[in-house]
């Protein structure tokens, strides 16, 4: 069983939607958890951290439920550079010390205007 | 601050031929990672070294892949010999402890390695 699965889409939704985007995790162990967004042909770049309580920055909000193992995304109001791959990651150490990090394969969005 | 230096930025190989992936990770962070990235999956971790020491390299193939960090500073990855299955972006990171070594990731561009 892979440690992070992730609906690999794609999405395709017009300007000004709101898009959801979902994973799971297997290691019910994990410490942390993060949303990434990949460019075409660049490097993955840290969007949010997610914590329980969970966390908005701007129009985008990240929902952790420890108890079912499922993270969660949502973009609001998306805009034509919301393009990209999100990948769901997962840090399963504890005490964050060795700092692995297990990614999802990606939800790919496409925002049109 | 300088980001994680990475070279080359592309590479051909045939199969069967060997091939070197050289980083240089942001100054002061001593933890440095290998992933690896298949197109259409999430990267993969290969390989961590905590200054000069591995700390996990679980999922790197050692009967072709070794990557090494001498001085605790520059690494190099090393594939040999090459299959066409290794074809993917290899990426290396770093990271500083700061709130715990996992928030504190950097990413290099990458090298993209295709074996014909």
């Known amino acids: 069983r892979k440690e992070v699965e992730q609906d690999p889409g794609p999405f395709n939704v017009p300007e000004g939607a709101t898009v959801a985007f979902n994973c799971t995790y297997s290691?019910?162990?994990?410490?942390?958890f993060f949303w990434y967004r990949q460019d075409c042909r660049k490097e993955p770049k840290l969007l949010m951290s997610?914590?329980?309580s969970g966390n908005e920055d701007g129009r985008f909000t990240a929902q952790l439920n420890r108890a079912s193992q499922y993270i969660s995304l949502l973009i609001r109001d998306s805009k034509l550079s919301d393009s990209a791959t999100y990948l769901c990651v997962v840090n399963p150490d504890r005490g964050s010390t060795l700092g692995r990090l297990y990614f999802g394969r990606g939800t790919q969005l496409t925002v049109w205007p | 601050e300088a980001g994680v230096a990475q070279s080359p930025r592309y590479k051909i190989i045939e199969k069967r031929q060997s091939v070197a992936f050289w980083c240089n990770p942001i100054?002061?962070?001593?933890?440095l990672y290998w992933y690896q990235q298949i197109l259409g999956q999430g990267p993969k971790l290969l390989i961590q070294?905590?200054?000069?020491?591995?700390?996990?390299d679980s999922q790197l193939p050692k009967d072709r892949f070794s990557a090494e960090r001498l001085k605790g500073v520059d690494s190099t990855l090393k594939i040999q010999p090459a299959k066409l299955e290794d074809s993917a972006v290899y990426l290396c990171?770093?990271?500083?402890?700061?709130?715990?070594?996992?928030?504190?990731?950097?990413f290099g561009s990458g090298t993209r390695l295709t074996v014909v």
């Open positions: 290691n019910s162990a994990s410490q942390s």
């Open positions: 990171a770093s990271s500083s402890p700061g709130r715990g070594y996992s928030y504190g990731y950097t």
């Open positions: 100054s002061g962070h001593a933890t």
């Open positions: 997610v914590y329980s």
């Open positions: 070294f905590q200054n000069n020491g591995v700390v996990d």
